[in-house]
């Protein structure tokens, strides 16, 4: 078996990756610098965010601000001082994005725009068109080309972790073009492969969002956090689960259920505008929205389609030079996959997996509480979104934790013995895994889809918008029988180049840890916060829940849940309330009707 | 990018590389068309030759004019000058529908649109024509 | 509406064949499927050892470009409907080697990204304390559509030159050196000139102009190629001229 040494080994070349590993090659440049992804850093799903990055700009605006509409937003499950470090250096790092080209959109003076989003009170989002992630992947991966020391495993599958005398020295990797399963060793290791969407059948994300570095980090004793937090986008269309973005909403859409009525007002989310309000209507954040949707589903006000149940976006009211100017990629979108004219017509649209707010328990610096191990970005879990991210958070949230992780692994590296000899006997462990398992076997009688599809349905159906403790159990039943059916697949592929059913296969079995863990998780929490509701206990309980999610993988396989207490500095948890006009803070109730 | 320090691997996947044919310009339409419009550079270098020969007649006197447009009424000639003539056409057209992509003119911050430019090279082409056809003719 | 539609798919596996071969499927016609969608249901449902590559599902990735009926395409934004009653041929780009099935080998893409240095280059690096660099929409809009290429390499597949001579960097790589050269931030027009006004660079463009045909995000790489030459050219005659610089 061959071995390689690096100092640094990110897994994952999307935007928290790159940015971790340009922050590692600007601290020490001496530090051998690897980046592995299982797709080209270009094709990383960052590149579809769409939406904008918010960070404090204006003279209006103050860091406490944009701290407080994240921590209320977050239903108080962010972690103070975590969030007050990221509204800091979030401006910080969008600037040096710029700096390295990033094409913001500009003032007629050339200074940044900023525009409105969804949650946020004063407007302080930053964005390119309304492709920023596009922009800000292309150019994070283009400025990588500048530093010799970040060399690149492009097209290469992370199996394993190798964890030796009580840390991390290395992973198992798969070259997708040739087969080989190689040992990459290094001193540490930062996992910024993104989120689990595909574990649900409804998501905006991309085929290759499996969770794969939660399911690594939780199958060697490092704790997920928060995984029953998970965010639903609410205007995603049908089928293909393609988002449109909420800046469609900031530029004046309506949602119309199928009487055409704006039914938002119905939510205790304020009274319907000509022009939208800042936190009001369809600027309201997401879960609220979602939870409409589903109200309305309920009450059987919603379109049927042969792809589900759908309401409707109306942008026609704006015009076609606004839309051809402020919303160009949204007419696009809904053209060339729906064959839709949002100009003319009006959009279906319905809640679809987008963002998870869960994934590996890290400090403010990346740092999980496996030596060596890092995470940053969308897997993991620091938390400055708590239960429920604020829209356009997460593309700063990218740079802020990945160059924050970079610096501090750097750090580490230089001072770290290089790693043992006896982690080869693990990755020989691991390629046998793999030939036992996948290439060399016969026989079976599972097919990836089939249980991949299973997996998804349930999940939908017990960890959706909506949960109740029974669902929940039934759930983790039928889970745990879909982990023990997957021993048993049968694979058509058995070449050694290029396998993507081993590919399937493997993100299967990662897809199947993750989702025990969001059931387990989200059974144990017998309480409603942000993302997560539940039926069965619809009041938020911030005696007994003001605290993490932690769950590990126990010795058999089950998971064991944990929770460890949010950290709060200045903002004592308070009542969400949306649709004032009012800069209200944390506001004392406000009665809910309907 | 592979790792630095070489390393060997026990199987390296065979790529399929296909051949370009050497008639690859035959298999589309616009391939087609760009060859054709390659070569009608030679019956721009033509007329080029034909004008030069043309000037060297005229000023070597009346007679060797007139045996020079003789020769010109020849068939082979004739039918030469006919084809150079319609090749110079498709040079043209295809020039003044290429260049506009090709100057990427901008006015005022904003790209000068390219249908504008394509008729602004048509509409010189016409007004010589017809100062030609004045100073001939008329 | 017929109720399915034959696909004809490359098959190419090293350790067993020589060459490529076709292999039918029949899929079904729906309407808002597209051919990836096609490919999805054939490795779900009736060969899993059909490799392709695919992603984002909404044509911002890149991943999925392969050749239908003879055009390069994205096969996320190529509707079935379209080639019924079919059959649908779909082949891997053109003028890449093969690994597999419908996967090419694109590593010498990526050589001559890095070849053209497509980063901000300048003099001296102003300092994040004096914020950014002011650009004007209009200064913002003379590089934009060049900075919209999502790296399909589609127009490579549609590039004779690229096919004929593996030297030519391809038109992605050329629009994106010139995004950079035309963002007002830059100062490393002259440094990415040095490198690419030869034979084996812009000079190996003969502007055929298919790039910017099948181009499914309009950068229009045939025209950033041609004004490339442009300032080639005034660049030339400007050394030619004056020497010792001058401006």
Redesign the interface.
Known sequence: M?V???DILLVGGGGAGLRAAIAVAEANPRL?I?VISK??P????T??AEGGAAGVIRPDDSLDEHAHDTISGGDWLCDQDAVEAFVREAP?EL??L????C????E?????AVRAFGGMKKMRTWFAAD?TG??ML?TLF??T??YAAI????EWFVTRLLVDDGRVQGVVALEL????V?AIAAKAVILCTGGCGRVFPFTTN???KNGDGMALAYRVGAPLKDMEFVQYHPTGLP????LITEAARAEGGYLLNKDGYRYLQDYNLGSPQPRPVLRSMELGPRDRLSQAFVKEVEKGRTIQTP?GDVVHLDLRHLGERLINTKLPFVRE?CL???NIDPVRELIPVRPVVHYMMGGVHTDMHGVTPLRGLYAAGEVACVSINGANRLGSNSLPELLVFGARAGRHAAEYAASCPPAAGRILAQAADEKRRLDEHFLRKTGGRE???TLREEMQATIEASAGIYRHGSTLAQAAGKIAELKERSADLR???????????LV?ALELGFMLDVAEAIVACAAHRTESRGAHQRTDFPERDDARFLAHSLVYQSADGAPRVDYLPVVITRWPPGERVYGQSTPGHRAAGQSAHG | MPPETPVYTSYHPRWYRQRVSTYWWLGRWSYLVFILRELSSLAVAWVVLLTLLLVRAVSAGTDSYAEFVQWLKTPVVLALNAVALSFLVFHTITWFNAAPRAMGLRLGGRRVPERLVAVAHYAGWAAASALMAWMVLG | MAETIQLEVARYQPERDTAPRLERFAVPLRKEWVVLDALNYIKDRLDGSLSYRWSCRMGICGSCGMSVNGEPKLTCATFLVHYAPGPVRVEPLRYFPVVRDLVIEMSDFLRKLQKVKPWIIRREEQPLSSGEYLQTPEQLDAYKQYSMCINCMICYAACPVYGLDPLFPGPAALALAQRYNLDSRDQGAGERLRELSHADGIWGCTFVGECTKVCPKNVDPAGAIQQYKFTAAKEWLKSLLLPRGGG
Request: proline share 3%; net charge positive; glycine share 6%.
């Open positions: 061959d390689a040494h690096h051998s690897a797709v080209y270009m094709r990383s799903h590149v579809s910080q600037l040096q710029e700096h390295w080209g094409p913001w959109s500009r007629p003076d050339g200074h940044i492709k596009f922009h292309h283009q400025t080309l500048k060399q690149r495993y492009d073009m040739s087969g080989r190689q991309a085929n290759i089928f293909t689960g393609i792809y979108l060339k996959y729906q097919r990836v889809a694979l058509d592929d058995s070449s050694a180049t290029f396998n993507t059913e399937a």
